[in-house]
């Protein structure tokens, strides 16, 4: 004889199991975030270097279009830095609205 789980503590229980996918999600989210604002620090440094060369008068073809892709680049890691941002704010909104439920 099988004994029978009240409905509510199953309820809980599948929210609790959707609040821990969430918070896996909301950690994966973060560390995409915490990647992309390191990739946008690291070429925005090599970027003020180049522009201070070319400030300086001392930079080389090469360079000069090096800092013409790092300019591009610039642009493109923003968009993905600001993408990841938003990313955040909605899964931990989600995952509040999950813990939210359960208590």
Known sequence: MQTQIPLERKYTKKQEEICNLLKRKLNN???EYSK???EF??????MRNLQNKKKNNNIS???NEALDSKSKKSKQLFAKAQHSKISRHFAEQEL????????
């Open 29 to 31: 989210v973060e560390r």
């Open 36 to 38: 992309s604002n390191r």
């Open 41 to 46: 620090d690291d070429n925005s440094d090599e």
């Open 61 to 63: 073809t090469e360079e």
């Open 96 to 103: 509040e609205k999950c813990l939210n439920t359960i208590h």
